[in-house]
């Protein structure tokens, strides 16, 4: 099956300039998360949805970052402005559904490297 | 959540076993831990999780001690295609949302 796509793969933007990434889902996945890995850290969680409502968003910069989940489907993540502590890679991951029994791992995408200059 | 600790680093020669330890001495009764690693350049990527009893599956086996503080991850063979960062996570489903906190892992480099 078709891995989650994210696009773009690189950006370099210069301070208080905006920018969004596109994430696409693994077919079927109702939840998706947004994750912000910074150079030597583990990635951090900024924002999950579950199909089109956001479940938490308690990380997310509110003054500069933005998200949203078009029909439950593909999501887009904003920055806007940017600032240079914002260059980090941002993951997207999707999993099949929260709120059941068992474990649903998530799935991750290769990220878009953001450098703000 | 509770927190982990992990080895910053560790090595281990290509054909023989790589154990990953993992402490989380204040791991509550309904958090499981999970283990996750990213390889270079890519996103992480699920291994096996579990809550008390030892698991395996075709990637790696968990031992968890009957105490649940602890946790070691074994990679049976490892090849050069396991050098990676590891991380340890423990959770709890919470609202069912399954949600994962990532500390800073294990590097594990495989050499030849």
């Known amino acids: 099956e078709a891995g989650v796509a994210q696009s773009p793969r690189y950006k370099i933007i210069e301070k208080r300039q905006s920018v969004a990434f596109w994430c696409n889902p693994i077919s079927g996945h109702a939840t998706l998360y947004w994750y912000q890995q910074i150079l030597g850290q583990g990635p951090k969680l900024l924002i999950q949805?579950?199909?089109?409502?956001?479940?938490?968003d308690s990380q997310l910069p509110k003054d500069r970052f933005s998200a949203e989940r078009l029909k439950g489907v593909d999501s887009t993540l904003k920055i806007q402005p940017a600032k240079l502590e914002d260059s980090a890679v941002y993951l997207c991951?999707?999993?099949?559904?929260?709120?059941?029994?068992?474990?649903?791992?998530?799935?991750f995408g290769p990220g878009t490297r953001l450098t703000v200059l | 959540d509770a927190k982990t600790t992990q080895p910053t680093s560790m090595d281990c020669a290509e054909g023989r076993a790589a154990n990953l330890p993992c402490n989380h001495s204040t791991i509550s009764g309904n958090e499981y831990v999970y283990w996750y690693r990213q390889i270079h350049s890519q996103g992480p990527q699920y291994i096996i999780h579990?809550?008390?009893n030892n698991e395996t599956n075709e990637m790696a086996s968990l031992i968890i001690t009957e105490d649940r503080k602890s946790s070691t991850l074994i990679l049976p063979h490892a090849t050069l295609r396991d050098t990676a960062v590891y991380y340890c996570i423990v959770s709890s489903s919470g609202a069912g949302s399954y949600q994962l906190t990532f500390g800073k892992g294990t590097k594990l480099s495989v050499i030849p």
């Open positions: 991951a999707s999993s099949l559904r929260t709120g059941t029994v068992g474990y649903n791992e998530q799935f």
């Open positions: 949805f579950q199909n089109n409502g956001v479940v938490d």
């Open positions: 579990g809550l008390k």
